[in-house]
């Protein structure tokens, strides 16, 4: 019989509880939207806080409950670190951009207007393409991982969680737009906030020896500054969280919905602060399991923790907090998806445009709510998909945000740094069984490569789809310079 922390029917109750709440405070808050404009950044007016708590709350998914934890038991603390660090360097990339993009659009959008204008229409559908593609991946990330919860604790069938939480978002996200998004992530932040703060003392208290005590008696070699997967698990992490997350147009809505760029940029940094610690104390926790259960299945290391004396409140407040941090990210990258057709819709396809654009994104919208439920409902692991979509984001990252400073990057230059940048790191973009890759141990014998390359082949080809178009930029610069 497979263990289970709470009933079925108890677990289904406090969800639905919660999504009514939801759904209710997005009817009782939601406003006629006078255009599509308010439909995708509200009204330019956000303060401090709604700023704070809404990239924080965004930022947040269900991922930390599984993520940094199960990457901490393989990747030591480095991992920990570069997880943290990469969660909450989005926010500093974005203090530098954000305003200058604010300049030059002010009545902005979409990242992909500075894109059309600086390199055309080119590069927009390329960017387009990865952009839909990463935060499509990462809605059904999140469907999976509330689904995969609800599983874990009381048996709730797959499909019943994904299709329930997809319909108690949809309810509210679509009637409000991004306004409502704002709104709801108050109530989700003070929610995760607190939950996160109550399990940070409560595991500390009933260890019986200091944390760094014990996992330095146990797992010594998870801090150890000689253990190389401290290393290159976290450069790996930072690179790839950090590089998505540029490209998450949820982040750029907030941007442009900021007050002021004062308010922008001091939102900016507290939720920086806040990402960086919380990420960072939920990898944290994966060592200290790790350190004393070196058999735990390493993404159910956090609940290892916390669900040990199987208390029915302690239960109901990790699904309270699950269900926060799911509903928030969630509504964010379905209004994200929807303000990409809206305003780029005619550059998919020219039927995409007019007056009733918006019913035909909600549409696209429902179909694609019905492809993400099919997948979550079997279960499967999108981590390989994920590191996927970071991989198209990494080869795009440095030729789109360089050449916002660097003029001579071109159209042609652009598209050919990206498409190469992604080709070679491709070659060393690990298989299912993170083994071989297209070039090592297939093309070319495995034998033929260092073992440094062998075993960190995702590293590699994060590493690898970075520089290639920083150096062909670099190169391209360089000569022109002498002509």
């Not at 992490?237 to 001091?266: P, Y």
């Not at 916390?306 to 699904?319: E, W, Y």
């Amino acid at each position: 019989m497979e263990k289970t922390y709470l009933s079925s029917q108890t677990t289904l109750s406090v969800t639905i509880l919660i999504g009514l709440f939801f759904i209710g405070l997005g009817y009782l808050n939601s406003k006629k939207i006078s255009n599509n404009k308010n439909y995708i950044v509200g009204d330019r007016d956000e303060d401090t806080f709604s700023l704070t708590a809404s990239l924080t709350a965004s930022a947040l998914g269900a991922w930390i409950l599984f993520g940094p934890a199960s990457a901490a038991t393989w990747g030591g603390i480095g991992a920990v670190i570069g997880y943290s660090l990469g969660t909450a360097a989005p926010m500093f990339f974005l203090y530098n951009f954000g305003p200058k993009i604010r300049k030059e659009f002010p009545k902005g959008l979409t990242l992909t207007e500075f894109i059309k204008k600086r390199f055309g229409i080119g590069i927009l559908k390329i960017s387009l393409i990865l952009i839909l593609f990463y935060l499509t991946i990462f809605l059904i990330a999140e469907v999976t991982a509330i689904a995969s919860l609800l599983n874990f604790i009381s048996q709730v069938p797959l499909w019943l969680t994904a299709g329930g939480t997809l319909i108690i978002c949809l309810l509210y996200i679509l009637r409000g737009g991004f306004k409502l998004s704002i709104i709801t992530d108050k109530y989700q932040f003070s929610f995760i906030v607190v939950i996160i703060l109550m399990s940070f003392l409560l595991i500390l208290k009933n260890l019986d020896l200091p944390s760094h005590e014990i996992i330095k008696k146990n797992s010594p070699n998870l801090i150890d500054k000689n253990y190389l997967p401290n290393y290159t698990a976290g450069l790996t992490f930072f690179i790839a969280v950090a590089a998505t997350n540029l490209f998450h147009q949820g982040n750029w809505q907030r941007v442009f919905s900021a007050k002021n760029n004062s308010i922008l940029k001091t939102s900016l940094i507290y939720s920086s602060a806040i990402i960086f610690l919380i990420v960072f104390w939920m990898g944290y926790s994966g060592l200290i399991s790790y350190s004393l259960n070196s058999k735990v299945i390493p993404d159910l290391a956090f609940f290892d923790l916390i669900l040990k004396d199987k208390s029915s409140l302690i239960v109901i407040a990790i699904l309270v907090l699950a269900m926060s941090l799911t509903l928030s990210t969630i509504d964010t990258l379905i209004n994200a998806i929807s303000s990409l057709i809206i305003v780029n819709g005619d550059q998919i396809n020219k039927k995409l445009s007019g007056k009733d654009i918006k019913d035909k994104t909600n549409l696209i919208i429902l179909l694609l709510s019905i492809f993400v439920f099919i997948l979550a409902s079997k279960g499967y692991s999108i981590l390989y998909l994920f590191l996927l979509a970071d991989l198209l984001c990494c080869a795009a990252v440095i030729t789109i945000f360089y050449g916002f400073f660097n003029k001579k990057i071109n159209s042609t230059l652009a598209t050919f740094s990206i498409i190469c940048g992604l080709f070679f790191g491709l070659l060393f973009f690990p298989s299912q069984n993170f083994q071989t890759s297209i070039l090592v141990g297939n093309l070319i014998s495995e034998d033929n490569f260092s073992n440094f390359i062998k075993t960190n082949l995702l590293f590699v080809s994060f590493v690898i789809s970075l520089v290639v178009p920083f150096v062909m930029i670099l190169i391209y610069s360089f000569r022109n310079s002498f002509k």
